[in-house]
């Protein structure tokens, strides 16, 4: 059942990736529109993630789990009838906030199932796998569905899904709370979300517009002077959401990290990726979904391998070696065109997903191993958070950077294109004020082909910006595994059982 949840949990983001082109031409919508469609799903899932591990450890979570499912199937079915942009935003809201009832209801599950540590690692790899089996075959389905039908159709699937899923529960799954005295911690849940909230408005508006407009800073402003509030809060609470003494063990720290910013770097990618098979490249959805699966698949049937090698070989050299071939395979492909053809993109992408199939597995089963057993499910939502706020950023910082550098690299194409003045001026109008998507509805007669092909070009700029900073991102991500992913000693363990366990009113627990 917990392979389910984060089955469910996982299947819009390429589902609705890959359709983004098929989206941005049925509703005219702009590249932040664009951005706000993902978001608009990840934002929920990174600032209500927390708050649902707790829910679930007090409540119950099996309780949250059905109304994780329950929450994801409303949202898609908001989204399968969305005649605007705005009601799409709030049907991926409405699933955002179901996902994140459900990544940390079935890795709590899952701990309390299955206590031992090394016993557990086969059961996370297991739920790693249907994470990204849920990657894999979102593009699959929504390139089926959009050769037939509107985009809208997309969300349909997760209705019934949900629904049997929510039956399934409700007659097979034996509910479980965490030991001890925790309660819900309303000033941290709201200092977490306006602080994640308001910096990932200011990134994606910013982008947009300017980072030095009077709202963007406000932003900025908000999310910092928010952030200090939660850490504060956090740390007077007599029951924390997220104790900041987890963060006292090394392993748990470098995961977090980790996890925020190589998500960041895959979930910012696969928004790219997506606009660069659809704007560059022109292919169908079905087409599209084809090469995307070149990346999940091999994530997919890389996880259960490298989860068996976490017994052999430390968790430190999986993650680093696995962030550092996703670094090289995002740099080789800066070097793909308009023209680049399915073999050469595909191998690219096959390392990428092979690399972060490596890093998946072990980064999870770390963070939850890290703590005593009685924080299991305070590790795995904090773990998780991180993990979805390194997803929400991605989209907006790559929405920004793509549409920093097109903007500013179109003109120089369209002139050397040879197109006349009053011609330039319309497309880069129409970019402005609609969006890239605007430059296909542009009738130029016989200069549209070379203004296809010349924004083509200035996309292709964008592509290779983005592809460089995703790269510098796993590079950073690697380092971070490399210095701080350490097995900690046993003293420093105990510590930490300790103090946590003294935080929470349950006495220390050996690991």
């Known amino acids: 059942m917990a392979c389910v949840g984060v089955f469910v949990a996982y299947l819009p983001v390429t589902t609705v990736s890959v359709s983004l082109p098929a989206i941005q031409r049925g509703l005219d919508a702009s590249t932040a529109d664009l951005s706000w469609v993902t978001d608009a799903f990840v934002l929920p899932m990174a600032a209500l993630i927390l708050t649902a591990g707790v829910v679930g450890d007090v409540y119950g979570r099996r309780k949250v789990f059905q109304t994780g499912l329950a929450f994801c199937a409303a949202g898609a079915a908001i989204a399968l009838s969305a005649g605007s942009v705005e009601v799409l935003w709030a049907g991926q809201a409405f699933a955002g906030i179901g996902a994140a009832a459900l990544l940390p209801a079935t890795l709590g599950l899952i701990s309390h199932a299955v206590p031992d540590p090394r016993e557990r690692a086969k059961y996370v790899s297991l739920w790693t796998t249907s994470l990204m089996g849920a990657l894999a075959v979102g593009p699959l389905l929504a390139g089926a569905i959009l050769e037939h039908a509107s985009w809208r159709w997309i969300f349909l699937a997760p209705v019934p899904v949900s629904l049997l899923a929510m039956a399934a529960a409700a007659r097979y799954l034996t509910d479980s709370r965490a030991s001890g005295t925790r309660r819900l911690d309303w000033p941290g849940q709201i200092t977490a979300a306006v602080a994640v909230t308001s910096l990932v408005y200011a990134v994606i508006e910013g982008g947009g517009a300017s980072f030095g407009e009077t709202r963007v800073l406000v932003a900025l402003a908000l999310s910092a002077a928010s952030l200090v509030a939660f850490v504060v809060t956090e740390l007077r609470s007599g029951s924390p959401m997220l104790d900041p003494k987890l963060f006292r063990s090394p392993a748990f720290s470098a995961t977090a990290l980790v996890a925020m910013i190589s998500f960041l770097g895959l979930i910012g990618f696969v928004f790219v990726l997506s606009l660069y098979l659809g704007q560059v490249q022109r292919l169908g959805t079905l087409d599209a979904g084809y ?118 690299a179109l003109p120089g194409h369209l002139a050397d294109a040879h197109l006349g003045a009053e011609a330039q001026h319309r497309v880069t109008d129409a970019v402005d004020s609609a969006g890239f998507g605007a430059v296909h509805a542009v009738d130029l007669g016989a200069d549209t082909s070379r203004t296809l092909d010349a924004f083509g070009l200035a996309f292709l700029d964008g592509i290779r910006l983005c592809l460089t900073v995703a790269a510098a991102i796993m590079l ?27 935080q929470a009113g349950e006495p220390a627990l050996s690991h």
């Open 291 to 408: 090469r995307m699966l070149m990346l999940t698949f091999p994530a997919m049937a890389a996880g259960p391998v490298f989860g068996r090698l976490m017994h052999r070989v430390p968790a430190r050299v999986l993650i680093t070696a696995g962030l550092l071939l996703a670094t090289g395979a995002l740099l080789s492909l800066t070097s793909v065109d308009a023209n680049t053809s399915f073999a050469a993109l595909a191998w690219r992408l096959i390392l990428l997903g092979i690399g972060f199939g490596a890093v998946f597995a072990p980064m999870t089963a770390t963070a939850i191993n890290a703590v005593p057993h009685h924080l299991a499910g305070m590790a795995a939502a904090g773990s998780n958070a991180f993990r979805q706020l390194g997803a929400a950023l991605g989209p907006a910082l790559m929405g920004a950077l793509l549409t920093t550098r097109v903007g500013s």
């Open 476 to 502: 950073l991500a690697a380092v971070v595994g490399a210095v701080l992913l350490r097995r900690p000693a046993a003293s420093e363990t105990a510590d930490a059982a300790e103090a946590t366990s003294q």
